[in-house]
Structure formats: structure tokens, C-alpha cells
């Protein structure tokens, strides 16, 4: 009975070849297996130059919008961190870079030229956001990007409409300095990256900061 039930089985599966390609001769399916043999190498190619057009689209793209990002990945290297700097170490290196407060001459010429070539430019508009200014970067925004401490991604902000003018009351507020902007918008995300092979020198390891997500919006949707 099991021999007559692969034998079933084999007879539909020949019965499916012969319907799908469209012949009744069962003595050709050798030569559609040598046909279909002979397509594969052909589809693997198709599929290698399509794969490599989107990578080329990508990395048009990533060039023309953040070159940084473009260079980094092609010389990014995999560094294994054998051997790290202890957190005071990193403290008191980046520190002194960035707590530091630095003193510059501002009665220099070349400031006061600079003035006086650009004073007859008309001033800059008070920067407003709308509603549909956040309509319209929301719509080219990834849905699911990380997002910020309120935990709302852009897929939702797309949804939540009703949010939309309050959002614009709330940034335009701010950009206008009518209200102080609150402090929690100004924390975000510092992770460190390292940039070679010393993974023991705290100067090969830079500290990325992540912006808040809000804060981010900010900037780019009045970009």
C-alpha cells in the first residue's frame, strides 16, 4: 500500500509537470528538466546585475545625502576589541575636549569683513513649522526608525493626525522662542565607536551622541 501511495504521488507530481509546460508526451519531461537546467545559470546572472544596480542605486543615494557615511563604510574595517579603556580613562580624555571652555580673539579682521560683505542681505524668515510641512517629511520618513523616549515611531505619528497641529503649535513655539524648550528634548543616545585597531587608546575611541528623536524632527522637518 505505501509503494502504490509514492506511486500515486510520483504520477500527480509528472501529471503537474506535463499540464504546467504544456505537453501530453511524458518522455519529454527529460528534456524540459535539461531546459529548466539550462534557465538557471541564466536567472542567477539576471538576479547578480539586478542586485548589483540596487547596491549601485544605494550607494548613490547614501553618497549624495551623507558622503561621511558613504567613505566610512568602504573602508570600515571588523575590529575585534580585544582590550578596552576603563570608563574614568575615557572621562578624563573627552572630558578636556569637550568641558573645556575654550577663549577665541573676536577682534580679528577677517570677522569684521565677513560682516560687512553680508550686511546688506536681507534677514532670514522666522523659521515656522506646519502641519503640512510635517505631513509632507513624515510621508518620506521610515515607518519603523528608532524612536526617541516617548517611544512613538513615525509609523504612528503618520497615523496620529490629531498630533500633527499640536506638533507644529509646540516646535514653532520653541524655534520662536515664545517657551523654553524643556530639558528632556536635549538628552539623547551616546555610544562609542571605536576607530581602529588600539582599542586600548581612549583617542581611538570617539563617542557618537544620538540626538533626541523629537529634537531631531525638529531640525529636519524645517530643513
Keep these: 500500500m505505501k509503494n502504490l501511495t509514492v506511486e500515486g504521488r510520483l504520477k500527480n507530481s509528472v501529471k503537474r509537470i506535463c499540464t504546467k509546460f504544456k505537453t501530453t508526451n ?3 519531461i527529460g528534456n524540459i528538466v535539461k531546459e529548466l537546467e539550462g534557465k538557471i545559470p541564466a536567472m542567477a546572472q539576471s538576479i547578480k546585475h539586478r542586485m548589483a ?7 548613490n543615494k547614501l553618497f549624495e545625502n551623507n558622503p ?4 566610512r563604510n568602504l573602508i570600515r574595517e571588523d575590529i575585534k576589541i580585544q582590550d578596552s579603556p576603563c570608563k574614568q580613562e575615557l572621562d578624563n ?3 578636556a575636549l569637550f568641558e573645556k571652555e575654550e ?3 573676536e577682534e580679528v579682521q577677517w570677522i569684521g569683513d565677513i560682516f560687512n560683505a553680508n550686511k546688506n542681505k536681507r534677514e532670514m ?3 515656522e513649522i506646519t502641519p503640512d510641512k510635517i505631513r509632507s517629511k513624515l510621508a518620506r520618513a521610515s515607518n519603523h526608525k528608532k524612536p526617541g523616549i516617548n517611544n512613538i515611531s513615525n509609523f504612528w ?4 493626525t490629531a498630533l500633527h497641529d499640536h506638533y507644529s ?3 514653532t513655539r520653541m524655534l520662536k522662542a515664545y517657551e523654553a524648550t524643556p530639558s528632556w528634548l536635549l538628552k539623547g543616545d551616546t555610544s562609542l565607536i571605536v576607530k581602529s585597531t588600539e582599542t586600548k587608546n581612549p583617542q581611538q575611541i570617539s563617542p557618537n551622541m544620538l540626538p533626541n528623536h523629537d529634537l531631531q524632527a525638529i531640525h529636519w522637518i524645517n530643513s
Design 26 to 28: 511524458c518522455k519529454n
Design 53 to 59: 544596480k540596487i547596491n549601485a542605486k544605494t550607494q
Design 68 to 71: 561621511r557615511t558613504f567613505y
Design 93 to 95: 580624555y573627552w572630558s
Design 103 to 105: 577663549v577665541h580673539n
Design 125 to 127: 524668515p522666522e523659521p
Design 157 to 160: 505619528l503618520k497615523q496620529l
Design 169 to 171: 503649535r509646540c516646535f
